[in-house]
């Protein structure tokens, strides 16, 4: 065999190797299914490099489709499924895709909270559950026969890290795990997203994240920095006061606002609930709530509770400064933004902390040198420093 024999039948099996390998396939029209199974329409999905293939059958609303996706790890998993009440995935009919003891399996899931899962049966009557793996690709072949005679269905689609004990894990939370669903027309072979449900929830969340950084994390912090440090001088009294307050208030306001974009979200989102961070929440709103109403209680600097009532809010200021920063990386941690935004308010922290030291060392300077000044200066300026009679 010479060499140019031997260069075509490489680029052949190459050319055959890329055929029989989904993964490699870029759309999926070009995709050649691993059981040379026919279907009269194909979708290249937006998120999560997925792709589906169907036939649709309006006379008996029956369906057959084939998913293929490749798991987020090793012993990962895919899924696909029908949501006959709402978008997303609480609620929806699904069959997910997973090996195991090293064959591949699929298996039914009434997906009723985001939690936890177990296998149970679907609203569906479903036949031919079948799954293969070519390439790391995960390929879900079934038929359903579906409710009514409406082609339009809610799809929902999904992809996991790895399997325990036979029960799929919780799968990331990016923004293309979030966004993998959509309305599809089974007739016309089109698909909507819906993903301005998605898109409200997101903007929510980010205008939620955005006021609770600007109150809790920037202004509560800034307030407590005036109020310790600028009083010190002299001449800044009352401005302090008022810049203090007002720092405070408005610092109120927009939490306020952040708190109840976080009901809001709450809401929206039945199932899912971060325990901590919302205990959290509405431990701040309690104790900032609590703060503001001490302004209409401050005593005077010389009533006899003044003592008191200065433990009791300095106690509440900083315990609202550190809830709130633990708070917001909790907050972080949920919402995964991309990782400019955390470090960036970081820097704001580094920056906050740095001033802090910097008027703190100030402060001390000058107290300490008031007290010396006064300790050398005669008693009251008066009989060359003897007691006044």
């Not at 010479?2 to 989904?22: G, N």
């Not at 050649?32 to 036939?55: E, G, M, Q, R, V």
């Not at 109840?260 to 104790?287: E, V």
């Not at 972080?332 to 933004?337: A, S």
Request: proline share 3%; charged share 10%; with cysteine.
């Amino acid at each position: 065999m010479d060499s140019h024999q031997f260069s075509a039948i490489l680029l052949l099996s190459l050319c055959s190797l890329l055929l029989i390998s989904p993964s490699h396939s870029q759309t999926c029209t070009s995709q050649t299914l691993t059981n040379n199974a026919l279907y009269s329409k194909c979708l290249d999905l937006p998120h999560l490099s997925s792709y589906l293939h169907w036939t649709y059958n309006a006379t008996n609303t029956s369906l057959s489709i084939a998913f293929m996706a490749q798991p987020a790890g090793t012993n990962g998993w895919v899924a696909w499924a029908i949501n006959p009440n709402s978008t997303g995935m609480l609620g929806a009919q699904a069959l997910i895709a997973f090996k195991s003891s090293g064959a591949m399996t699929v298996q039914t899931y009434d997906i009723t909270s985001f939690s936890s899962i177990s296998e149970s049966k679907i609203s569906f009557e479903v036949w031919d559950l079948s799954a293969e793996e070519s390439g790391g690709t995960f390929t879900l072949f079934a038929k359903l026969k579906l409710p009514g005679n409406s082609d339009i269905v809610n799809q929902v689609w999904q992809v996991g890290p790895s399997v325990t004990n036979g029960v799929p894990d919780v799968h990331a939370l990016s923004t293309d795990n979030k966004a993998s669903f959509s309305t599809l027309n089974l007739t016309a072979g089109q698909t909507s997203s819906t993903s301005g449900g998605l898109d409200s929830r997101t903007k929510n969340k980010n205008i939620h994240g955005i006021l609770n950084v600007v109150s809790w994390g920037i202004l509560f912090p800034v307030g407590v920095i005036i109020a310790r440090y600028l009083r010190t001088f002299e001449s800044a009294d009352p401005a302090w006061f008022y810049l203090h307050a007002s720092c405070q208030v408005s610092a109120y306001a927009i939490g306020v606002a952040g708190w109840a974009t976080g009901l809001k979200l709450g809401g929206q989102s039945q199932g899912i609930i971060y325990t901590n961070h919302r205990n959290i929440g509405i431990a701040l709103f309690c104790l900032a709530t609590v703060q503001i109403f001490a302004l209409f209680l401050r005593p005077k600097k010389d009533h006899k509770y003044r003592f008191y009532w200065n433990i009791y809010h300095h106690g509440i200021g900083y315990t609202i400064i550190i809830l709130g920063i633990t708070n917001l990386f909790k907050g972080y941690d949920i919402l995964q933004p991309a990782k400019k935004w955390k470090s960036a308010y970081i820097i704001v922290l580094i920056v906050l902390g740095a001033i802090s030291l910097l008027l703190e060392a100030i402060t001390w300077f000058v107290v300490l040198r008031r007290k010396s000044s006064k300790s050398t200066k005669p008693h009251d300026g008066y009989n060359n420093g003897e007691d006044r009679q």
